[in-house]
């Protein structure tokens, strides 16, 4: 075993993982309340999580615990994440869910269908990670405002619902020329305020209609509230901002919506700038991984280093692991059921630790060839790390 | 469309399958209380299931309705069937999973491991579908005694656990000559009862065990006390029964058990014959499916038919689906993840259904060629069901 050396970044240390922050950890900004100020742990609408296995960051904001993601490729339910830009609706809304309404326009013979009659149009299930845009933003050093998300605000899940494509073709195919399409949100917005600057609508490339669902259920069960139920838009491979929840409208067009988390939100730019529409918006995924176990002490002898990874839109087709921050790799070894190309792969490396300090890094590898970079550069809003450095672990092993 | 027309058989009737019984829904046996008898919905170790998902026969015995298995290849966990032939053991066993021990028998270098031990040794993950011996019990017509499960006691979920093999492996490889690996489950047995004539303990052929696991995960999740946690044995592709519980001993031999529940229970005889050792065992389970949508009036036009398919230790390989009893059949596309061999597969017909009487049966493909069968003769305990005729659903259109 090679003496373990250091970058001069921090590491995580264990502890867990479920407490600790980033070289980077810094205040929340306004727009979330810190854990500490929820007062009796989980909000109704999301009463059935399991606030053991979460990091409650406010109302809105809760991520899954670095150990406590599982181990079988799948993301249980009451431990997915929660990120809710706005206050979920009112439960009545999942009451019956076949008479939920969606309005689908921009297409040949557009109109209004309920779920019910969206569902007689077709059905596919398709396993994906949703992973929100700041996911990583606690390991960037610069400050970035928003929730300090560690690993946990991502998991994999299997998602059942209408293909976009089927109801697509049912009204008669996409308007002319049509570049785009624009999910719209169900929240109930507060009145006196501007629309545009707080509903949650999104726009995507048309060709990601291609994968995406009108998603129903969620691991076997109807979509709760809590993510987004009776229904709501899944395009697997693109970051979790775009997969609407509540959806009330199904846009084909060439205009971007004016809806400030589309023009200005979810934008990557260096650090100090505002947000614009030319800059690149938070679609497509990358290539990421990192270490769910060991995170503490696990004792000297042979140990199984567990974690996940995952590619976006392209299958993950590798995972190197090093235990000393980088300066050498071995190759993981996949296992667990193959969820498909958007789902993430559970990885596993044997290995023999003497006592000792050990720096614990994953890289992961998608199909297409591109591989996890050492580091991401900061950017404004501290969006998209998948930087493997800042990622890993320090374990120490007595 | 054909004219539908029928066996003298009797279909089930709609109402969503889930009160609805086969022609030979006959009273329970002394063994288990009817649902009826259960004040007050879930038993305390199992509170958190979701009730309105299942058919409560007994405090111990649970079915999954057939409309809730969901349609994403996986069962969630509160809606997973609970089958238990004794009270589960205190919860306290599963506040510190990592402690439980396990006796390692039969093995060169014998020994007892604690879970976390073991834990060390390797991990895998297997999706695989869990289903009672007894599973269509209630389509016999000759009154077999037994909970009388109709589709839902079976579920196909992912388990995480240590491979038996690499157990084996560390331990010096099994006993010489060993054809058998027994399981002991860790139920307390009552004073003054001849522990063999209940205790949980199941012998497989020792082949088993290159597939099998000490499973301490499902779903994602640690494995609830409710379903055999801290640890129990998962032999994918063999019946419930095998999959011992709150496992406390693994042993490799020549002696089957002298459980009762070996030596004469689970045992597949003709009718008004007793159990006995020289019969047929209830190990590896045979190919199977049925469908779970629509089971009340979908109203006329086009409509997704959508079921379940497995094929026990096989994988199944493709299922067709008739509209007419029997008739005439179309195949079925399979949908969502594949999740391995031992999984269940997901399917869906497309159908334009005018006004009428249809009766809606599944017939399902092994990849070794081998087809569920149209009717299963019935044997003394109601064993093994897997006749397509009587798990078709009578669906009238208006």
Not at 326 to 352: I, N
Request: proline letters at 7%.
């Amino acid at each position: 075993m090679m003496e373990p050396r250091f970058s001069r970044r921090g590491f995580l240390v264990g502890a867990g993982g479920a407490t600790a922050l980033g070289a980077g950890g810094v205040a929340f900004d306004g727009a979330h309340a810190p854990a500490a100020a929820q007062e009796g742990g989980l909000p109704d609408y999301a009463a059935w999580k399991d606030a053991d296995a979460l990091i409650i960051h406010s109302r809105n904001t809760m991520e899954t615990k670095r150990g406590a993601v599982g181990s079988g490729g799948l993301t249980a339910s009451d431990r997915l994440f929660i990120r809710n830009n706005l206050p979920s609706p009112d439960a009545s809304i999942t009451a019956d869910p076949d008479a939920w309404e969606i309005a689908i326009e921009g297409v040949a013979r557009p109109g209004t269908m309920t779920l019910g009659q969206l569902k007689r149009l077709g059905v596919t299930s398709e396993a994906s990670v949703l992973q929100c845009s700041g996911n990583g933003r606690g390991f960037f050093t610069h400050g970035a405002s928003g929730s300090q998300w560690l690993t946990g605000a991502a998991g994999c899940v299997i998602w059942t619902g209408v293909p976009v494509a089927a109801i697509v073709e049912a009204m008669g195919g996409p308007a002319e020329g049509a570049t785009l399409m624009t999910s719209t949100g169900g929240e109930t917005l507060p009145d006196g305020v501007d629309p545009a600057s707080i509903m949650v609508e999104r726009s995507v490339p048309i060709a990601a209609h291609a994968h995406a669902m009108i998603a129903f259920e969620m691991n076997g069960a109807p979509l709760p509230l809590t993510h987004g139920g009776p229904a709501r838009v899944v395009i697997p491979g693109y970051y979790g901002v775009n997969n609407v929840k509540y959806v009330k409208r199904l846009a084909f067009g060439t205009q971007e919506s004016g809806a400030k988390i589309q023009t200005s939100g979810y934008r990557v730019r260096p650090v100090g700038e505002g947000g614009a529409a030319s800059q690149p918006s938070m679609w497509d995924m990358t290539v990421k991984s990192w270490v769910t176990h060991p995170l503490t002490d696990p004792g000297s002898g042979r140990v199984q280093i567990h974690g996940v990874a995952f590619a976006g839109p392209e299958r993950a087709s590798g995972v190197a692991v090093s235990l000393d921050g980088g300066q050498s790799w071995e190759q993981a070894r996949f296992y667990g059921p193959d969820l498909g190309r958007f789902a993430w792969r559970s990885f596993v490396m044997e290995a023999d630790l003497a006592p000792g300090v050990y720096a614990v890094a994953s890289r992961a590898t998608a199909e297409g060839g591109s591989v996890q970079p050492e580091d991401f550069p900061p950017n404004e809003r501290g969006y998209g790390h998948n930087g493997w450095r800042a990622h890993a672990v320090e374990l120490t092993v007595a």
